[in-house]
């Protein structure tokens, strides 16, 4: 299994806090992505990462800040937390992105978010 | 593709039969097709993958088909196992963008 750890696992929070997921990498991918899953919609692209320091937005990156000040660490931030935002949140990393796309991702395990 | 509804499709296929994955793909300008399977509680895993310009794919006990013309992707099954049992996605690629569009998944149920 590819190393990659996401924390907290479960988090339940009140809307308008903010909240911070940690997805961290052994893999030394340069590649690090952020999910959402939700019913009846697959997974979703909230932002991305190509490098340290480098990020970009995803499909539904709206009410999502992200950071990544290392190569293992991809941080994902919930400014105010709302209650749409309740999903559950994965964290992918790839090695290479060329003309067919990612290649394989691998998925962290998830963290489950519940807004109140 | 997207999918409108809450509920997964469902599919039921006894412990040994041939399982079959349908899945309607959205734009034609896709050039990157990829399966993936999601056990509870699990991220999703890799199974494979076709480009564009194939139209069948083997893995071990897995094949994917491709058919262009009706924009239909599939995922067959060889034996079902009971350790088959999951939600599978497929995802396309839209030529230009390297960012995967990820259907809303089928769960497969395999019967003893």
């Known amino acids: 299994d590819a190393g990659i750890t996401q924390s907290p696992r479960h988090k339940v929070t009140e809307t308008g806090t903010p909240v911070t997921l940690r997805c961290h990498q052994t893999e030394n991918h340069r590649y690090m992505y952020w999910y959402r899953q939700d019913p009846g919609h697959g997974l979703r692209l909230i932002h991305y990462s190509y490098g340290v320091k480098d990020t970009d937005k995803g499909e539904v990156s709206d009410g999502y800040s992200v950071s990544r000040s290392k190569t293992e660490d991809f941080l994902l931030t919930l400014e105010s937390a709302t209650s749409s935002q309740t999903s559950v949140y994965f964290c992918a990393i790839s090695e290479t992105v060329n003309t067919w796309g990612t290649g394989e991702l691998f998925f962290g395990e998830g963290s489950r978010l519940t807004v109140l | 593709g997207e999918s409108v509804g809450l509920h997964l499709p469902t599919l039921s296929v006894q412990e040994g039969d041939n399982s079959i994955i349908n899945c309607a793909y959205s734009?034609?300008?896709?050039?990157?097709f990829i399966w993936y399977k999601q056990e509870s509680g699990k991220g999703p895993q890799f199974i494979i993958d076709?480009?564009?310009n194939m139209d069948k794919r083997q893995g071990q006990r897995v094949t994917v088909l491709l058919n262009k013309t009706v924009k239909h992707l599939s995922l067959q099954i060889a034996a079902t196992q009971p350790g088959d049992s999951a939600v599978y996605f497929c995802?396309?690629?839209?030529?230009?963008?390297?960012?995967?569009?990820w259907g809303a998944g089928t769960k497969l149920i395999i019967k003893p």
């Open positions: 995802a396309e690629k839209i030529l230009g963008n390297y960012q995967l569009i």
């Open positions: 734009n034609s300008a896709s050039d990157y």
């Open positions: 076709i480009r564009s």
